[in-house]
């Protein structure tokens, strides 16, 4: 059975940093597209990060520079390191399976990140 | 930067047909995704590829997607499809991009 499995999110000053973590089951993150996926209180879903299979990296312009996704292989597990937090970092992340030209088909159950001061 | 417009709200009664619309540009000649997402939920595909339901997605939701407008039909709407449903594709830099959702109620 898949399932994603985030941790790590908490209240942090802004300008402050955190990472965050998504242990995999039931498949190999390194084998296949991931994704962060972010959603402020109230608001709509937004595009975060990527990472392919070959190790490619992307980041939405809102957080390019400031975050950072890895995976570790052994571990099977994914991350984002999140630096130079702000206020309209605020929001719950999600982990993701997918992203580029596929669906995300599994998500986690998200850890909520609180920027402020 | 690519843009999907999708409306705040739609409304249905019971039983009946509810349509949520996702617009952009030249959108047909890309791949479309929808997610429902209940509150407190995580999001949860419901079709890909404009027109495939995932396994376990009941046949009362289909896609289309054309031109610029993409469609999320939901035949004999039931009280557990009130959600806020999201679009989703791609721009030509294969970066996601999500409409702004729509918040379904049924009533």
């Known amino acids: 059975e898949v399932q994603l499995v985030e941790s790590g999110g908490g209240l942090i000053q802004p300008g402050g940093s955190l990472g965050l973590s998504c242990a995999a089951s039931?498949?190999?993150?390194?084998?296949?597209?991931m994704s962060w996926v972010r959603q402020a209180p109230g608001k709509g879903l937004e595009w975060v990060s990527i990472?392919?299979?070959?190790?490619?990296?992307y980041y939405a312009d809102s957080v390019k520079g400031r975050f950072t996704i890895s995976r570790d292989y052994s571990k099977n597990t994914l991350y984002l390191q999140l630096n130079s937090l702000r206020a309209e970092d605020t929001a719950m992340y999600y982990c993701?399976?997918?992203?580029?030209?596929?669906?995300?088909?599994?998500w986690g159950q998200g850890t909520l990140v609180t920027v402020s001061s | 930067s690519y843009e999907l417009t999708q409306p705040p709200s739609v409304s249905v009664s019971p039983g009946q047909t509810a349509s949520i619309t996702c617009s952009g540009d030249?959108?047909?000649?890309?791949?479309l995704c929808w997610y429902q997402q209940k509150p407190g939920q995580s999001p949860v595909v419901v079709i890909y590829?404009?027109?495939k339901r995932p396994s376990g997605i009941p046949e009362r939701f289909s896609g289309s997607n054309s031109g610029n407008t993409a469609t999320l039909t939901i035949s004999g709407t039931q009280a557990m499809d009130e959600a806020d449903y999201y679009c989703?594709?791609?721009?030509?830099?294969?970066?996601?991009?999500f409409g702004g959702g729509t918040q379904l109620t049924v009533l």
């Open positions: 990472i392919y299979p070959g190790g490619n990296t």
């Open positions: 030249k959108l047909g000649d890309k791949y």
């Open positions: 993701a399976r997918g992203g580029a030209t596929t669906p995300f088909d599994y």
């Open positions: 989703q594709s791609w721009d030509s830099s294969n970066h996601v991009v």
């Open positions: 590829q404009d027109t």
């Open positions: 039931g498949f190999t993150v390194s084998s296949t597209y």
